[in-house]
């Protein structure tokens, strides 16, 4: 039987002939990013805003009367600017709600308010069914952004000193870089489109730090042992052999992953929406920086044919003179 093969072993692609357009592309994305998660802010699950959120489905109605239910939600006493969306099915409802200072470390007090929603809603609408209730307080939800921020500090922080130990300090920056590019771009993704970002979403930005490291790795390891081995070839040539070498099991990894997550991301529960959407896009964001900007880094960086080569000590010297080799 004949084995399946997506891309030719004799491929020769230029990759790094088009390196400045797509690195300045790449800084476009990184402020354009930033900028939509200064302006727009992200759209913080309970996790990370704290309060109460309801899910609930409209049984017998198609869609879900988001503004009517609102309004109802609004008018209870103590409870002030209800965020009410559609989430998954048109006739399903995420509803949020902040908790009052007073509700701090008092549950009971959460309790009630919950409660009083699912009451009040229950008598509007008698066929909406409430899916599920979750809490999280202010403080823990503060907590929760901090250790979340920290662990993606960590992860990429980590990652570069692996490398940096692994090859050379250069290859480290550009793994940074590339992982800084592939965060920052995920997080400008769902600031634009206020897609939940929950404690799910940090998972799936960890997975996308894994995979693009792995790929960036794979890449790395093809160009030091073609630095090695073809001393006088010019860097971007060097690049683009080592790109093209392993194209293809970079493609087939990224369609096998891309195989997994198209079914959960078209037919999977709602819950795990943004999840499989984080890492779909990570996918596409990981391989594209990995080639685009962790390789050419390493031209701007002075990357050199003699960077893994050993250098000769004043000691080496002199044993050569002894042993009349020089």
Not at 72 to 79: F, H, P, T
């Amino acid at each position: 039987m004949k084995l399946l093969k997506l891309v030719p072993q004799d491929t020769n692609i230029r990759f790094l002939k088009l390196r400045v357009p797509f690195f300045i592309l790449s800084i476009v994305l990184i402020v354009g990013s930033w900028a939509a998660v200064l302006t727009q802010g992200l759209n913080y699950g309970v996790d990370f805003a704290g309060g109460q959120e309801i899910r609930a489905t409209f049984t017998q109605t198609a869609e879900a009367p988001v503004v009517e239910l609102r309004q109802v939600i609004g008018d209870i006493e103590n409870i002030e600017d209800p965020i009410v969306q559609r989430f998954g099915e048109p006739n399903e409802v995420s509803i949020r709600v902040k908790l009052p200072p007073e509700a701090e470390g008092n549950p009971e007090f959460a309790n009630a308010m919950t409660n009083a929603i699912v009451t009040e809603i229950q008598q509007s609408y008698p066929d909406i069914r409430i899916d599920g209730v979750d809490s999280v307080s202010g403080k823990v939800s503060g907590e929760f952004r901090n250790d979340a921020a920290l662990a993606l500090i960590a992860a990429m922080v980590m990652v570069a000193l692996y490398i940096w130990l692994r090859f050379e300090w250069q290859f480290g920056v550009g793994a940074l870089f590339a992982l800084f590019h592939d965060v920052s771009v995920t997080l400008g993704l769902f600031a634009l489109t206020q897609l939940e970002f929950s404690l799910q979403i940090i998972a799936a930005i960890l997975a996308i730090i894994g995979y693009s490291l792995n790929d960036t790795i794979v890449v790395y390891d093809r160009i030091r042992e073609n630095l090695k081995k073809y001393r006088k070839m010019p860097l971007p040539e060097l690049l683009d052999l080592s790109v093209n070498e392993t194209l293809a099991r970079t493609v087939m990894t990224s369609l096998t992953l891309l195989v997994a997550l198209l079914p959960l991301l078209f037919f999977g529960p709602a819950s795990l929406f943004g999840l499989v959407a984080a890492i779909t896009a990570g996918l596409f964001i990981g391989t594209y920086s990995s080639v685009y900007l962790a390789a050419p880094l390493l031209i701007w960086m002075g990357v050199t044919s003699d960077s893994f080569v050993p250098k000769e000590t004043e000691a080496d010297l002199q044993e050569k003179k002894v042993l009349g080799q020089v």
